[in-house]
């Protein structure tokens, strides 16, 4: 394992970015200090809280820059990438520091394009600095669990890789090299754009089979052994009370903003028509996003909540009021209890 830097920037403590970094601050050694921004003050202020004397403020990008060995970011949009990186006063770039061979690392969901253009002006401006993409799928669960996946847009032969592996890894359990610059990027859009069919098609398949008549516990079991089987069926089903950790089941509060389900959907739509890609569902499940984003009574809520947009059932439980074992369960404990026994 490549030695950690003792002096790490974050910047970004939103939805995503404050557990990411909590799971650093947690498992890094005591005498790592962590320099942190965000546009939200109050998450500045409540991670600096956190650290008890090992994080500290800055009043920008640059700062943390400028104090740190090893920059990660977290934001939401292309247009936040640019601003922290790009800005000519605040920016990342701006800072001197970055004659030393530091390593920028972005964990933003964004276009390709923005990314390559950050790594563009990095490589004119500061030739010994690096940057790199690693977008990340798991949601608000798997980075507060850091059971996250990383895609990286670097090589297996990059000399960067045990480095990213050795730090990510304390924040997720899956780290995949993509081949190159952007890459990463490309795995997450083409990640999000199955996951956001698969969704819609969830959601269809369990409206149609409660309004047949089927308790949608069964269907689910079904689903979970069966070739429908998949991540959003078992663990992020969009039927209320399926899954009792899921956003759905606690009124699609928490998760992942069907705004940014939107934007991702739409940037892998980008993607396909610039390399000429046809996507017979694109166009329709992006606008079933965006119905959704539009509408102040869903635009901050999970993106399963495209279910209810869909006017999916979800009183279900008067029709259906025995009790029904999840398959799902059952499987979870036997690999648990796999795992104890060393099997």
Same mark, same amino acid.
């Given at each position: 394992?490549?030695?950690?830097?003792?002096?790490?920037?974050?910047?970004?403590?939103?939805?995503?970015?404050?557990?990411?970094?909590?799971?650093?601050?947690?498992?890094? =050694?005591?005498?790592?200090?962590?320099?942190?921004?965000?546009?939200?003050?109050?998450?500045?202020?409540?991670?600096?809280?956190?650290?008890?004397?090992?994080?500290?403020?800055?009043?920008?990008?640059?700062?943390?820059?400028?104090?740190?060995?090893?920059?990660?970011?977290?934001?939401?949009?292309? =247009?936040?990438?640019?601003?922290?990186?790009?800005?000519?006063?605040?920016?990342?770039?701006?800072?001197?520091?970055?004659?030393?061979?530091?390593?920028?690392?972005?964990?933003?969901?964004?276009?390709?394009?923005?990314?390559?253009?950050?790594?563009?002006?990095?490589?004119?401006?500061?030739?010994?600095?690096?940057?790199?993409?690693?977008?990340?799928?798991?949601?608000?669960?798997?980075?507060?669990?850091?059971?996250?996946?990383?895609?990286?847009?670097? =090589?297996?032969?990059?000399?960067?890789?045990?480095?990213?592996?050795?730090?990510?890894?304390?924040?997720?359990?899956?780290?995949?090299?993509?081949?190159?610059?952007?890459?990463?990027?490309?795995?997450?859009?083409?990640?999000?754009?199955?996951?956001?069919?698969?969704?819609?098609?969830?959601?269809?398949?369990?409206?149609?089979?409660?309004?047949?008549?089927?308790?949608?516990?069964?269907?689910?079991?079904?689903?979970?052994?069966?070739?429908?089987?998949?991540?959003?069926?078992?663990?992020?089903?969009?039927?209320?009370?399926?899954?009792?950790?899921?956003?759905?089941?606690?009124?699609?509060?928490?998760?992942?903003?069907?705004?940014?389900?939107?934007?991702?959907?739409?940037?892998?739509?980008?993607?396909?028509?610039?390399?000429?890609?046809?996507?017979?569902?694109?166009?329709?499940?992006?606008?079933?996003?965006?119905?959704?984003?539009?509408?102040?009574?869903?635009?901050?809520?999970?993106?399963?909540?495209?279910?209810?947009?869909?006017?999916?059932?979800?009183?279900?439980?008067?029709?259906?009021?025995?009790?029904?074992?999840?398959?799902?369960?059952?499987?979870?404990?036997?690999?648990?209890?796999?795992?104890?026994?060393?099997?």
């Amino acid at each position: 394992m490549a030695d950690l830097p003792k002096n790490i920037g974050w910047i970004g403590l939103g939805a995503m970015g404050y557990p990411m970094a909590t799971n650093l601050l947690k498992k890094m =050694s005591e005498d790592t200090q962590f320099y942190v921004y965000d546009v939200v003050q109050d998450s500045v202020d409540r991670f600096v809280k956190d650290g008890a004397g090992r994080v500290h403020a800055c009043a920008s990008s640059k700062e943390v820059t400028d104090k740190s060995d090893l920059i990660l970011s977290m934001v939401p949009e292309g =247009s936040h990438v640019r601003a922290v990186y790009l800005d000519p006063t605040t920016g990342v770039l701006a800072s001197p520091s970055l004659t030393a061979p530091k390593l920028l690392i972005d964990c933003s969901t964004i276009d390709p394009a923005t990314s390559l253009a950050v790594r563009s002006a990095l490589t004119t401006q500061h030739p010994h600095a690096t940057f790199i993409d690693t977008p990340v799928s798991g949601g608000v669960l798997g980075a507060q669990k850091a059971t996250l996946t990383f895609m990286l847009g670097c =090589s297996e032969t990059d000399p960067h890789l045990p480095l990213l592996q050795s730090l990510l890894g304390l924040m997720g359990g899956n780290l995949f090299p993509c081949g190159g610059p952007s890459l990463g990027l490309t795995a997450k859009l083409c990640n999000n754009y199955c996951s956001s069919l698969i969704t819609l098609a969830t959601c269809e398949a369990m409206n149609l089979g409660m309004a047949s008549g089927m308790d949608p516990r069964v269907l689910a079991n079904i689903f979970h052994t069966s070739t429908a089987q998949s991540a959003i069926a078992d663990d992020w089903n969009p039927v209320p009370g399926l899954c009792p950790e899921a956003p759905a089941s606690r009124g699609y509060v928490g998760g992942f903003r069907v705004g940014l389900m939107a934007k991702d959907v739409g940037l892998a739509v980008e993607s396909a028509e610039a390399v000429g890609v046809e996507l017979v569902l694109g166009r329709v499940g992006l606008g079933v996003y965006r119905k959704a984003a539009g509408d102040e009574r869903y635009r901050e809520l999970d993106s399963r909540v495209v279910y209810r947009v869909l006017e999916g059932r979800e009183d279900w439980r008067g029709d259906f009021p025995g009790e029904v074992g999840m398959r799902r369960d059952e499987t979870r404990r036997l690999i648990r209890r796999a795992r104890e026994e060393g099997l």
